[in-house]
C-alpha cells in the first residue's frame, strides 16, 4: 500500500495526505478553514503573552534602574562627607549589584528578578534589623515594588514559556 505525502505549508515537514495535523508542528494541513484559524489565533494568543511579558520586564528593569540610581546617589551623598565615607561603600556597592541584575534580567529574567528581589529583600531586613520603625516607612512604595517584583516573576514564567513554544513553532516554519 502506497501512500501519499505532501509538504506541511508551515515547516516542510512531510506528512501524508491522511493526516489532519502535522506532526511535526501541529498545524491543521488537511482541516478544514476553522481548524486552521483556530491554529492562527492559539499563535496570535501566545504572542500577545509574550508582548504583555516584555512589558512587565521592562516595568522590572525600570524598577532596578530607580533602585540603582537612588542607592548610587546615597552612596555619593555619604562619600562626600568625611564622617560617614564608610556609609557610602554599602549603597555604591548595592547600585552596582542592581544594575548587573538589570544585564542577568536580559539573559535569564526569570533568575535575574529572582537575585534582584531577594537582594532587596535582604536590603530591606537588615534596615529593620538596624531600626525596626523603618518597617512601615515607606509601606506604600515597598507594597508597590513587591507587586512589581511578583509581576515580573510571572511574567518572566511567561516569557520563558511561550517564547520556547514559539521558538519552536518558529524553527519548524
Same mark, same amino acid.
Given at each position: $500500500? #502506497? ?13 501524508? !495526505? /491522511?493526516?489532519?495535523?502535522? *506532526? ?9 478553514? #476553522? /481548524? ?10 501566545? $504572542? ?19 533602585? =540603582? ?10 562619600? *562626600?562627607? /568625611? ?11 548595592? !547600585? ?17 528578578? $529572582? ?55 518558529? =524553527?519548524?516554519?
Amino acid at each position: $500500500m #502506497e501512500q501519499n505525502f505532501t509538504q506541511c505549508s508551515k515547516c516542510k515537514a512531510s506528512i501524508t !495526505a /491522511e493526516d489532519v495535523f502535522c *506532526s511535526n508542528c501541529g498545524y491543521p494541513e488537511n482541516a478544514d478553514q #476553522e /481548524e486552521k484559524d483556530k491554529y492562527e489565533y492559539r499563535i496570535k494568543l501566545k $504572542m500577545n503573552v509574550l508582548k504583555d511579558a516584555k512589558k512587565k520586564l521592562k516595568n522590572v528593569k525600570i524598577l532596578l534602574w530607580v533602585l =540603582a540610581g537612588l542607592h548610587l546617589v546615597v552612596g555619593l551623598a555619604f562619600l *562626600s562627607q /568625611e564622617i560617614t565615607f564608610y556609609d557610602g561603600i554599602g549603597p555604591i556597592i548595592a !547600585a552596582v549589584i542592581f544594575i548587573a541584575c538589570v544585564f542577568w534580567v536580559n539573559k535569564q529574567p526569570l533568575v535575574g528578578i $529572582m537575585a534582584a528581589f531577594i537582594f532587596w529583600v535582604l536590603l530591606q531586613l537588615s534596615v529593620v534589623l538596624v531600626d525596626p520603625a523603618l518597617l512601615l516607612s515607606g509601606i506604600i512604595l515597598k507594597i508597590v515594588f513587591i507587586g512589581i517584583f511578583v509581576k515580573g516573576i510571572s511574567s518572566a514564567k511567561d516569557y520563558k514559556e511561550f517564547s520556547q513554544k514559539l521558538r519552536t513553532l518558529n =524553527a519548524t516554519t
